[in-house]
């Protein structure tokens, strides 16, 4: 190897391919190495020789006690220590001197601002006396501990970390994860451990959805009735938002909360009915959907009551932003409103999205005056709003083009909506700016970036974590790296020690399922029902709520399909596999595959003591016999193919109306592995037909 090998962007990526990921297993330990960073950096040079650690290792920089390196650096060390179990002799978080051994020294040149377009750029260079990290900001340096941490890797000798130059800088300045905690309250530990997550995979904007029509989330002051009466009891006082505020901005995140208004008001309205578009008395919504009531935005009651809420709300929040929703607004109420109705007709309005923008216009005065700038969804974007504010389009890309050509800045989420439960490769060929864009630079320039949106209908503390991880990795590193690095076999490589590694945070989003399995079935040994979840996916989109079942926010979130991973990674690795299989015929391959396809065949039985003690697991057992016949006809499909003898007439037909069967949603999930088998059982079909 020559002693500076210059390793552009996708040849980084190839060198992860030939790691050959679905051949070896995801993870050895916590080694990962250049390999296995995620995001893939900007630039990247490998060099020959490795950094070794052990216990002399030192941590050494500017940074003083109290402040934000400070404590990435201390966070650093006590992370790494922990891969390692290395009792490091530096004191480091007390003192981040000059170390006498090897170490790792960072610079900076001034404090960032949490604000977009900071710089959060790094250069990282590890060599073998020596690790510099340095960047413009106190954020960029944060960026690369990150980094740092990742090319941790081990061999016969010990931990290293091998020598690379590294370049590093984002290709969006908005990156960030949207947690709705209106629909289901979530705990403040909750919203810590995935700010821990967000550092890890450097997103920086963690978006609040503190508002909806089933809970309002924030304590408040001047307006108590708003927490006494719209949240059932669960809502952030003022002094936990500023702990989480404050949490965030030393991991460099910054936090945008949203009040959703005019619609999604209803646990607004619970407390102030006044402020209505109709009279009341209103009830918290134990629902999901859209629902009616709105404010009234022809009352100037109501921009008098929102001067001193956003006034008291500017105040918690110190972004540069806030987020007013005004999305999906139910008209009835305007419509049925003479009062409403003639305020149109004497102002020239000619339907309820111009008194909309009207609505919104008053809100941004009030912002503006604050010091605020305003986000809103797709909806508020109306020609008479001024360019300063910015789109957050759930539509889709071409909303987000309308946006820019007109000279407003904007934000994606649609494709990132992770509550969907779609396979991690649906969000991450999912561009901002995809390739042949119709935008000017100058237009480009005005995306900002995107965020994944964790929708809270069917969430709760317990699989909240499961949802969001580790798919949201997979956007994160779209929103970071550049738009080159799309090789989704590499990406889910990298994605399974990622997975892992969020784990150190406290993220839930792997063990949860064994607990909730256990306890579900009142037993402590459940690998037959781990196998069964392990191929099943919970339904798409808005399927579930469309299998006759009604949720409330009172409803129990804890049955088997609760306890499946959103995306099965054993399903894929064996999709994978089946094509590659038929491809090649390689008796490897097929044995791989005959493998899993006996283990699948044989779990039903397994699965069924558990079904007899548990009344709640009961309604699996068409799925674990369908992952039964699955797999027997997935086993005659191999047996054939390996063999090169043709099934007898009419054997393809039936096998493949079985599958057909199976395909059907059951316990409202789905099994994962029936399409693979599909393709083996077509492969065995006489050529021509």
């Known amino acids: 190897m020559n002693k500076h090998l210059r390793v552009s962007l996708l040849a980084a990526v190839a060198i992860a391919l030939a790691a050959s990921w679905l051949a070896a297993p995801a993870a050895a330990g916590p080694a990962r190495g250049v390999t296995g960073l995620m995001p ?21 920089g500017p940074g003083q006690p109290g402040s934000r390196v400070f404590h990435a650096a201390a966070r650093f060390m006590a992370r790494l220590a922990g891969r390692p179990a290395l009792f490091f002799k530096q004191d480091y978080l007390l003192s981040q001197s000059a170390s006498k051994g090897p170490a790792v020294s960072y610079s900076f040149q001034r404090v960032g601002r949490l604000e977009p377009n900071e710089d959060e750029s790094y250069a990282l260079s590890v ?67 995935n700010l821990d997550g967000m550092a890890a995979v450097k997103l920086n904007v963690l978006h609040w959805h503190l508002t909806e029509d089933q809970g309002f989330r924030v304590e408040s002051k001047v307006f108590p009735k708003l927490h006494e009466r719209g949240s059932d009891g669960m809502f952030y006082t003022r002094d936990e938002i500023r702990d989480v505020v ?21 646990s607004w309205l619970v407390a102030y009915p006044e402020l209505a578009a109709a009279p009341g008395p209103y009830e918290l919504e134990r629902h999901f959907g859209v629902f009616g009531p709105a404010f009234d935005p022809t009352s100037e009651r109501v921009y008098g009551f929102f001067d001193k809420f956003f006034r008291e709300m500017a105040g918690l929040f110190p972004d540069p932003y806030i987020h007013i929703g005004g999305d999906e ?28 923008a009207q609505f919104n216009t008053r809100i941004l005065r009030i912002l503006t005056k604050l010091g605020k700038k305003m986000v809103g969804w797709d909806e508020i974007f109306q020609p ?47 561009d901002p700016i995809p390739a ?45 790296s550049p738009a080159g690095v799309k090789n989704v076999d590499d990406m889910y490589r ?53 299998q006759g079942v009604t949720y409330s926010t009172l409803s129990p979130y804890t049955r088997f399909v609760d306890a499946c991973f959103p995306e099965s990674l054993a399903a894929r690795d064996f999709r994978v596999k089946v094509g590659r299989f038929l491809e090649s ?41 369908a992952l039964e016949s699955v797999s027997a006809a997935g086993l005659e499909a191999l047996a054939f193919l390996v063999s090169g003898k043709a099934p007898e007439k009419g054997w393809v037909e039936g096998r493949a109306k079985l599958l057909e069967e199976a395909k059907k949603p059951r316990a409202q999930s789905r099994l994962a592995v029936v399409e693979a088998v599909e393709k083996l059982v077509a492969a065995c079909a006489p050529a021509g037909k």
């Open 246 to 266: 404050a949490y965030a901005a030393d991991r460099g995140i910054r936090v945008m909360p949203e009040f959703d208004v005019p619609g999604h008001s209803t």
């Open 329 to 356: 607004v139910n008209p009835d109420q305007w419509n049925a409103n003479r009062a409403i109705r003639a305020y149109m007709k004497s102002h020239g309005l000619a339907n309820n999205d111009a008194l909309q």
């Open 384 to 430: 008479t709003l001024p360019k300063t504010i910015v789109i957050h389009s759930w539509r889709g890309p071409e909303s987000l083009i309308a946006a820019a050509q007109k000279g407003y800045q904007g934000i994606l989420s649609n494709g990132y909506y992770i509550d969907l439960c779609q396979p991690a490769v649906e969000h991450y060929l999912n």
């Open 127 to 193: 060599k073998p006396d020596g690790i510099t990290l340095s960047a413009v900001t106190d954020i960029g340096v944060l960026r690369g501990f990150e980094t740092l941490l990742q090319l941790l890797d081990a061999d016969e000798a010990g931990y290293y970390f091998p020598c690379v130059e590294v370049q590093d800088r984002p290709r969006f300045t908005w990156r960030g994860l949207l947690i709705d905690v209106g629909r289901h309250f979530e705990p403040v530990d909750v919203i810590k451990r």
């Open 494 to 546: 990298r994605l399974a020690l990622v997975e892992t590694e969020l784990e150190e945070l406290g993220l839930t989003h792997l063990k949860y399922q064994a607990m909730m399995l256990r306890r579900l079935a009142g037993a402590t040994d459940v690998r037959p029902l781990e196998v069964l979840a392990g191929v099943t996916e919970p339904l798409r989109g808005y399927e579930r709520s469309a």
């Open 436 to 480: 042949g864009s119709p935008l000017s630079d100058a237009e480009k320039a005005l995306v900002l970036g995107g965020e994944a949106t964790m929708w809270g209908e069917m969430v709760t503390p317990e699989t909240i974590d499961s949802r969001i991880w580790p798919r949201t990795a997979a956007i994160a590193e779209r929103l970071w």
């Open 585 to 625: 015929r390689d008796p490897a391959l097929a044995e791989e595959l005959r493998s899993s396809l006996v283990c699948w065949k044989k779990n039903h039985p397994l699965v069924l003591p558990f079904l007899a003690s548990s009344p709640a697991l009961r309604e699996v057992e068409g799925l674990s016999m």
């Open 40 to 60: 893939v950096p900007d630039k990247i040079t490998v060099i020959d020789g490795r950094f070794r650690i052990d216990e002399n290792l030192g941590v050494a």
